[in-house]
C-alpha cells in the first residue's frame, strides 16, 4: 500500500481525488440521485423521531456527510441522520427541554458539537481500535431496543390517542391499552395505510422509493378522508432556506450536564460508521482507517452543528444501496447532499401536506427494521453468555437511560470475555508415537509419560486475570514425584507483568525441588515483559527453546539416567539409543 504524505493525511481526498474520471462522476452521479431520493423521507422522520422539526432531518442529511464523506477512509459510507442516534438524543434533551421548542434544538446542537469533538479527539489520538471492545451483539441488542422505543413513541400518532411527551415505554403502552376504545378512526387510516403500502411497495418494487410513494399514498388518504376537520394533523411547512449558521451554546451548565450523553452519543456514532465502512470494504477489497473514520465522523458533527445539524453517522441503509448504486468515490454522497439542498430550497413547502399519521406509520416500519431477528436467532441459538449481553442490553435500552444501556452492554461484554480469557486450555501432553507427536493424554487413554518429567501445553494469555487458574493445575502437577516441566508455549500470545512474575516464582519453586521448568516456542512478542524486566534471566536463558524437539532433546541431557535404566516406558527418541 502507498504511503501517503503529510498533505494527504490531512486532506484524505486528495488520496482518491485523482482517480475521478467521467466513467466514476457518471456512476458516482447515479448512487448520489438514488441516495438522495432515499434520505428524504428518512431525513424527515428520524428528526421526528429526535424530537425535532423535520427540516431538521434534511440539514443533517446536506451538511454532515459532505464532511464524513471528504474526510473519512471509506469510498461508499454514507452518513447523515440515522435512528439510534436520533432517539438517543430525544431520549437525552426530553430531560431537559420541550421537543421542537428553540430550547430543545439549542441543546441538540450543543450535544452535537460535544459529540463531534470527543470523536474527533479519539482520531487524533489513534484510539480508533476502542469500537472491537464493542461486540456485535450489544450492537444488536441495542438496535432492537431503540426499535422497540421507536415503536411505542410513534402509538400515539397512529391511534390519535394523547400521550404527553417523555412517557416511559410501559407507561405508553399501559396508556394505549386502556384508550384504544378512544382511537381515531382517520387517523388510524392514514397511518396503518401508509405503513400498509410501504411494506407491499418493498416487497413487490423494491427498487423504487418506497418510503417516499407511501407517505404521498398517505397524504392522498388523508385529504380524502377530510384532513384536520377529522383530527389529522400535519407536518408545518418546513422553510425553503439553506442550512441556517448557528453556534453552539457552550454554556459550562450545559457542557456538565451532556457531556456524559455526548460520549455515548459519540461511541454509538463510530461503532454505527466503523461497522458498515468495514462490512462494504469486505466486498470491495478497501482498507478502512478506523482512526481516519473516527476523525471524518468528528469533524462532521462539529461543522454540522454549526449549520443547524444533529448528531449524525453512518446509516447502513443508505450506504448499502450507495454501494449498490454504483458509487465509485464519495463524490457520490457529495451529489446526493447537493440534491437534497436543491429539494429543500424548492419542494419544501409540499411538507405542509404530509400527514403525521402517515410518518408514524412510516416509523412504525423503521422500527421494526431495526429489529435484526435473524442474528437475534443466531445468540440464542449459539451462547448462553452472549444471550445474555443481548438480553441486558436491549432491555435496558428500553427501561432504562440509552447511554447506561450501551455502558451495561459493553460491561457485561468485556467481563464475560474476562471470565472465558481467565481460564487458558491447560492440559498435559505426551508423545503419542516414535514421530514424538505430543497428545492429550486427559483425552487419550492409554499414553505413558515420562516419570521425571511433566509436559504442559498453556492455550491462552498469561495474566493477571488467568494466574489463579494456571496456578491450581501447576499446584496438581507439582505435587507429583516429577522434578521437570515443560511448558509447550506455543499457544501464549501475551504474557503481562502478573503473569512474568509467576513464571519467574515457578521456576524457582521447581529449583527447590530439585528441578527445572523449561519453556518451548514462547513467540518473541509474547517473551517482551520477560526480557524487558530480567525475567527471562530469572528464569534461566538456557530453559528456553524455539522447538519442543530442542527441548526434550535438552531436557533429557539432564534427566536421572539411573531412573532411565530401569524406565520401560521410552516414550522419547533420546530413550531408545
Known sequence: MAKHTTLQKIFPFLVWLPSVNKRTIQSDFIAGLTGAVIVLPQGVAFAMIAGLPPIYGLYTAIVAPIVAALFGSSNQLYSGPTTPLSIVIFATISQLATETTAEFIALTITLTFLTGLIQLLLGVIRLGAIVNFVSHTVVVGFTAGAGLLITSKQLKYVFGIPIESGTSFGDTLFLIIKQLPDTNPYVFVVAFGTLLSAILLKKYFPKIPYMLLAMGIGSILAIVLGGTSNGITFVKEMP????????????????????????????????????????????????????????????????????????????????????????KTPLAVVFASILVLL???????????????????????????????????????????????????????????LEFAIYLGILFSLVFYLQKTSKPNVTLLAPQDEKEQLVNIIRQEGINECPQLKIVRIDGSIYFGAIEHITSFFEKIYADSEKKVLIVANGINFIDLAGAEWMTAEAERWRKKGGQLYISGLK?????????????????????????????????????LEICKTCTNKIFMECKV
Not at 453517522?313 to 443508505?318: D, E, I, K, Q, V
Open 240 to 327: 425553503a432556506q439553506l442550512p441556517p449558521f448557528a453556534l453552539p451554546s457552550l454554556e459550562w451548565g450545559n457542557i456538565q450536564t451532556l457531556l456524559p450523553n455526548a460520549f455515548a452519543l459519540a461511541l454509538l456514532g463510530l461503532i454505527e460508521a466503523v461497522a458498515i465502512a468495514r462490512s462494504i470494504a469486505m466486498k470491495t477489497n478497501q482498507r478502512i482507517d478506523s482512526n481516519q473514520e473516527f476523525i471524518g465522523q468528528g469533524l462532521s458533527n462539529i461543522v454540522g452543528s454549526l449549520f443547524s445539524n444533529y448528531a449524525s453517522s453512518g446509516s447502513f441503509s443508505r450506504s448499502g444501496v450507495n454501494h449498490q448504486s454504483g458509487a
Open 343 to 401: 429539494i429543500v430550497l424548492f419542494v419544501a413547502p409540499l411538507t405542509a401536506y404530509l400527514p403525521i399519521p402517515a410518518m408514524g406509520g412510516i416509523i412504525l416500519l423503521v422500527g421494526y427494521n431495526l429489529i435484526d431477528f435473524k442474528h437475534i436467532r443466531e445468540i440464542l441459538k449459539v451462547s448462553r453468555l452472549e444471550t445474555i449481553v443481548l438480553l441486558v442490553t436491549m432491555l435496558g435500552t428500553v427501561f432504562l437511560q
Open 524 to 560: 518473541t512478542e509474547a517473551q517482551d515483559i520477560l526480557i524487558k524486566g530480567g525475567f527471562k534471566e530469572k528464569i534461566g536463558a538456557d530453559a528456553f527453546f524455539s522447538k519442543k524437539k530442542e527441548a526434550i532433546k535438552n531436557i533429557y541431557q539432564n534427566l536421572d
